[in-house]
C-alpha cells in the first residue's frame, strides 16, 4: 500500500521522503552561500525515511582507513537480501566544473580512498558503492550533458538527488576521465528510490559473457524486484561499460562461491575492472540475512568487528513491496 493508503509508508514512500529531505536541505544551503556535508545529508535521508526503515549509527572513527561510510541492506519477504558498502559523496560545482571527489587521499596514504573502499568491502562479501548526494535540479542547472534517460537531460531527472552507483563504476571512470569522473558516474547513477518504484523501468541486462547459469542469465533479462533489481541496477552500467572493452569474450573461470549466495556459479570475468563485475556485485546478494542485519533489525548492537569498521547501518525491510 502506498503511504496515503492508511497502511504505512512502504520502501518507496519512505526514501522518496528522505531524498525530499535531503534536497530541501541542499537547496537551504546553497541560497545562504554554504554547502551541505555528506554526514549531514545521510543523518536527514535517515531520519527522513524511518520508519519504515531501519538504521544504527557508529562510530566513524575508522573511515579514513577504510574508506567506507554505512552499510546499506535490502531485505525482501521472502529472506532474499542484498547489502553494499557505502561511502558518500556530494556532486560539487566550481565553475562550471562538476565533480565528484573519488581521487581523495588521506595525508600520507598514497592509496586512493575508493581503493580502500573496494577492499574493505571484502571482508563482508559485499560490492563496494557510492551514494551521491547530488542537490535538486534547480542546483543542477548549468550542469552540461546532452544525455538522456528517456526523454529528460541527464541533469533534470528529478529524483536523482540520492543515488548509488557501484565503486567499480566510478574508479574505471577516474582512470578514462580524470576530472570529469563525477559527470559520467552521476550519467550511470540510480536514484535510490527508483529502485523500489512501483513505476519503475526494469529493462534486460546483456552480458558479454555468453555462457551464464541459466538462473543467473534469466535474473538479468527478466524484471525483478526488491534486493534482486538492487544488484541488477548496480550491474546494468558495469555490464554497458564491459560490452564496450576491447577484451576478448568474458571467461569461463568460476568464482569461489559465498556463502548463502544467491548465485553460487558466476563467472570471474574482469575485463578492464580491478576485480571480477559479477562476482563483486552478485556476492551481496544472499539467500539469509546476515546475523549482524538482524541485530540491527531486531534493536541489538552488531559485534565490534561490524561496529569498529564504519558509520552504521541502513536496512530496507520488505524492500519488494510496491503497493
Known amino acids: 500500500m502506498s503511504e496515503l493508503s492508511g497502511y504505512g509508508p512502504t520502501p518507496f514512500d519512505a526514501l522518496r521522503r528522505g531524498r525530499r529531505a535531503v534536497d530541501r536541505l541542499m537547496a537551504s544551503m546553497v541560497d545562504n552561500g554554504g554547502m551541505w556535508r555528506e554526514v549531514a545529508a545521510t543523518q536527514v535521508l535517515l531520519s527522513e525515511a524511518s520508519p519504515p526503515i531501519y538504521f544504527q549509527e557508529f562510530t566513524s572513527a575508522e573511515e579514513a582507513a577504510a574508506g567506507a561510510d554505512w552499510m546499506w541492506w535490502w531485505v525482501d519477504r521472502d529472506g532474499v537480501c542484498f547489502g553494499l558498502l557505502a561511502q558518500a559523496k556530494i ?15 588521506t595525508k600520507g596514504d598514497p592509496r586512493s580512498q575508493i581503493t580502500k573502499l573496494i577492499k574493505a568491502a571484502e571482508p563482508y562479501q559485499v560490492p563496494a558503492a557510492y551514494i551521491l548526494y547530488c542537490g535538486d535540479r534547480k ?8 544525455r538522456t534517460h528517456g526523454s529528460v537531460l541527464c541533469r ?9 552507483v557501484c565503486a567499480l563504476v566510478a574508479q574505471r571512470d577516474v582512470s578514462f576521465y ?26 534486460p541486462v546483456h552480458s558479454l559473457v555468453r555462457e551464464l547459469d541459466e538462473e543467473l542469465a534469466q535474473f538479468l533479462v527478466q524484471p525483478q524486484s526488491g534486493a534482486r533489481r538492487v544488484a541488477k541496477e548496480l550491474l546494468r552500467p558495469l555490464e554497458r561499460i564491459r560490452r564496450g572493452q576491447f577484451s576478448r569474450a568474458g571467461t569461463l573461470e568460476r568464482a569461489a562461491p559465498v556463502a548463502d549466495a544467491l548465485f553460487r556459479d558466476v563467472p570471474t570475468d574482469r ?19 546476515p546475523d549482524y542485519v538482524r541485530d540491527v533489525m531486531e534493536g541489538r548492537t552488531p559485534p565490534a568487528w561490524v561496529t569498529d569498521r564504519f558509520g552504521g547501518i541502513v536496512v530496507i525491510p520488505e524492500a519488494d513491496t510496491f503497493g
Not at 556532486?91 to 587521499?105: E, P
Not at 575485463?271 to 540475512?289: I, N, W
Request: a negative charge; hydrophobic letters at 40%; glycine letters at 12%.
Open 139 to 146: 542546483y543542477r542547472a548549468t550542469l552540461e550533458c546532452d
Open 271 to 289: 575485463g578492464h575492472f580491478s576485480v571480477p563485475y559479477l562476482a563483486h556485485v552478485l556476492r551481496g546478494l544472499r539467500t539469509g540475512v
Open 156 to 164: 533534470d531527472r528529478e529524483r536523482v538527488g540520492v543515488s548509488v
Open 178 to 203: 580524470g576530472k570529469g569522473a563525477g559527470l559520467e558516474a552521476f550519467h550511470d547513477a540510480v536514484p535510490v528510490e527508483d529502485i523500489a518504484s512501483p513505476a519503475g523501468v526494469d529493462n
Open 91 to 105: 556532486l560539487k560545482v566550481n565553475g562550471r566544473q562538476w565533480t565528484i571527489d573519488f581521487g581523495y587521499r
